[in-house]
C-alpha cells in the first residue's frame, strides 16, 4: 500500500538566540500584566516575611507553612491563599521545588486551617436595582458635560450587558493598560432598538476570541439605554 506523504512548507530556522527569545516572550505573557503586578505583591510579602524571620529566600513546607500562618493575622486568608498561587508563578522559574512545597499535605492543611479559624463573611456591595439606574439618569438628564454622558453610558452599557469595570474602563496605570482589550469605535453597530459592539477580550477570554455585546432597548422599562449612549457618541465625536 502507497502512503502519500503530506508536503511540508519550506520554513526557515531561527537561531538559538531567537528561540530562547520566543519562548521567555510567551511565557510571558502567559499571565496578563494586572495579576503580574498583584503577583510581585505576593512575591514581594514573601522576601519582606523571610528577612523578618532570618528564614532563607527558597521556601520549605516550614517556612512557608509560617508564612501561611503569619500572613493570615495580617489580612484574610483567602487573600494568602491567591498570595500563594502568585508566589508559586513567580518563583517557579528559579525554583521549581516550590510546586512540590505547595501541593504538600502540610501546606495545604495550613491553609484550610486558618480559613477555619479566621475566615470571615463575605461582604458584598448591594447589587444596583432598577429604581437605581432610573435614580441616576434622572439626576443628570439635562447635563451637557461630556464626563456626565460618558458616565451614563458606561452605566447602562454595563447594567444591560452585565460588565465587569474592567471591560469597561481603562486602567490608570500604564504599565497595565493593554489596547487589545479596549472596545474600538469602528466595532459599534448602531439599529433603532438596539447597538452591538466587540468586547476583545475578558476575564474568560484569556486568548483574544472576543465576545459582541448586543444592548437592546426593553419596551417595559422607564428608561432606554440607546439615546443615552446616542448622546455619548454625539459628545465624544465633538471633542475627539
Not at 501561611?68 to 500563594?84: A, D, F, G, N, T
Not at 444596583?128 to 439635562?142: N, P, T
Not at 432597548?217 to 446616542?230: C, G, K, N, R, V
Request: hydrophobic share 40%.
Amino acid at each position: 500500500m502507497n502512503h502519500q506523504q503530506s508536503r511540508q512548507p519550506i520554513w526557515q530556522p531561527w537561531t538559538h538566540d531567537e528561540l530562547k527569545r520566543g519562548c521567555v516572550l510567551a511565557v510571558a505573557n502567559a499571565v496578563d500584566s494586572s495579576t503580574c503586578q498583584a503577583y510581585r505583591s505576593a512575591l514581594n510579602s514573601w522576601i519582606a516575611f523571610a528577612n523578618m524571620h532570618h528564614f532563607p529566600f527558597e521556601p520549605n513546607i516550614n517556612t512557608l507553612s509560617f508564612f501561611i500562618v503569619y500572613m493570615s493575622h495580617q489580612i484574610s486568608p483567602r487573600s494568602v491563599k491567591s498570595y500563594l498561587s502568585g508566589l508559586v508563578q513567580q518563583l517557579e522559574p528559579d525554583l521549581p521545588s516550590i510546586c512540590e512545597v505547595w501541593s504538600s499535605r502540610i501546606i495545604t492543611k495550613a491553609m484550610h486551617g486558618c480559613l477555619k479559624m479566621r475566615g470571615t463573611e463575605v461582604k458584598r456591595k448591594r447589587a444596583l436595582s432598577l429604581q437605581d439606574v432610573a435614580f441616576i439618569i434622572d439626576r443628570f438628564k439635562y447635563s451637557q458635560n461630556h464626563n456626565n454622558f460618558l458616565f451614563l453610558a458606561l452605566l447602562v452599557t454595563g447594567f444591560h450587558g452585565l460588565l465587569r469595570f474592567g471591560e469597561l474602563t481603562f486602567p490608570d496605570n500604564p504599565a497595565i493598560c493593554n489596547w487589545r482589550k479596549v472596545s474600538k469605535h469602528s466595532s459599534l453597530i448602531m439599529c433603532t432598538l438596539e447597538y452591538e459592539f466587540l468586547l476583545p477580550a475578558h476575564k474568560a477570554d484569556k486568548f483574544f476570541e472576543g465576545n459582541h455585546m448586543l444592548i437592546c432597548a426593553f419596551p417595559s422599562l422607564s428608561f432606554s439605554p440607546i439615546p443615552i449612549f446616542l448622546s455619548y457618541l454625539s459628545s465624544r465625536d465633538h471633542y475627539f
